[in-house]
């Protein structure tokens, strides 16, 4: 059986991130990780419903939700100018288009973008569409499935900040299908709650390997269950040996 694992970042890095610890604790099962760094919410979604049509024998898909400012790049050819902006490229055979993460590839456009078209409210409403869009996709196809916020401040959880359409929209959401750290708080918060010398601050702000270790063993599993020795002071170490 296949658990399919999705977000940006702090989902697929350049070190091991949670999904690579979730097979610890299921080693049953294939880890299908489809992370990509700068990821949308729009790219998550798309990505986690393309996963249910494309891959069989599915049993539970972990989603991380993403910053909700971030958008992504479509186009049907490869452009011919140099990555500016974008964190990320791909060819994404599924739909035969490339797609750029992070913003536009052209750094002007990206400006005028985030100048005149990003407004915060909207986009938080456009993240919980999507989160609601994709539970009623799973739901639908019988897919068993647990949602996360890499950092807490990416929704608004208070009624009296959300105008009436902003709450009704809310409510639609079924919230007992997260996972969360303490109260609403998402892997950055505990990290840095818990682990403040797992991060290389300032320089680069995702947590590293022994923070993800820790919030799948504690967060998403609540597991008394520990990794051989060897594993975890690989974990341990690997701050010291690292090199960025």
């Not at 024998?57 to 993403?66: A, E």
């Not at 269950?225 to 974990?235: A, D, G, M, Q, S």
Request: charged share 30%; hydrophobic share 35%; net charge positive.
């Amino acid at each position: 059986m296949n658990i399919i694992t999705a977000g940006c970042s702090f989902t697929k890095y350049k070190w091991a991130c949670w999904p690579n610890f979730v097979k610890w604790f299921e080693p049953e099962h294939k880890i299908i990780n489809l992370g990509a760094s700068a990821s949308s919410n729009e790219t998550i979604a798309r990505t986690v419903c393309n996963a249910v049509m494309k891959y069989k024998n599915i049993s539970k898909i972990y989603i991380m939700w993403s910053g909700p400012n971030r958008y992504e790049l479509v186009v049907d050819n490869e452009p011919n100018k140099k990555l500016e902006d974008a964190t990320w490229s791909s060819y994404n055979p599924d739909f035969a288009w490339y797609q750029y993460y992070g913003g536009h590839v052209d750094k002007q456009k990206h400006k005028y973008y985030e100048k005149f078209f990003l407004n915060e409210k909207q986009s938080e409403i456009r993240l919980l569409e999507k989160i609601l869009m994709t539970q009623l996709f799973l739901d639908k196809h019988k897919i068993q499935y647990k949602m996360m916020c890499y950092m807490e401040n990416i929704l608004t959880h208070e009624a009296k900040k959300m105008a009436v359409g902003h709450m009704a929209l809310y409510k639609q959401i079924d919230w007992k299908k997260f996972i969360f750290y303490k109260n609403k708080k998402g892997l950055f918060d505990f990290a840095e709650e818990n682990y403040p010398e797992q991060f290389f601050k300032p320089e680069d702000l995702h947590p590293l390997p022994l923070a993800h270790y820790k919030w799948v063993k504690d967060i998403m599993y609540k597991s008394d269950i520990e990794p051989p020795k060897n594993e975890y002071e690989k974990l341990v170490n690997f701050r010291k040996k690292y090199k960025k």
